[in-house]
Nanobody, 113 residues
Framework: QLQASGGGLVQEGGSLRLSCTVSGSINGIWARRWYRQAPGKEREWVASIITNGSTDYADSVKGRFTISRDIARKTVYLQMKSLEPEDTAVYYC?????????WGQGTQVTVSS
């Protein structure tokens, strides 16, 4: 139900915008979130946007990444700037709802130095 897109290969210092669109409907959303998982590492939280529009970020991306949403388009975005090789990972979108978690399939982001 969650389709993530926008990943790719980018040089250090570059930018990408990830999108995650809901197909169908997901009710009772409390938060829209992005996570990432680098090779050999555990999945980590990156950013969140809650129902009132408030946002929060992991320290490692604060000031470089921006999460936003378009409720009418049922889409959440992650604008990533000043990318670093350490940002290389598979990025997953997540919807935290009153009924449980929904996960997208992931989109690969590779940052070359």
């Amino acid at each position: 139900q969650l389709q993530a897109s926008g990943g790719g290969l980018v040089q250090e210092g570059g930018s990408l915008r990830l999108s995650c669109t809901v197909s169908g409907s997901i009710n009772g959303i409390w938060a829209r979130r992005w996570y990432r998982q680098a090779p050999g590492k555990e999945r980590e939280w990156v950013a969140s946007i809650i129902t009132n529009g408030s946002t929060d970020y992991a320290d490692s991306v604060k000031g470089r990444f921006t999460i936003s949403r378009d409720i009418a388009r049922k889409t959440v975005y992650l604008q990533m700037k000043s990318l670093e090789p350490e940002d290389t990972a598979v990025y997953y979108c997540n919807m935290l709802t009153k009924y449980g978690d929904y996960w997208g399939q992931g989109t690969q982001v590779t940052v070359s130095s």
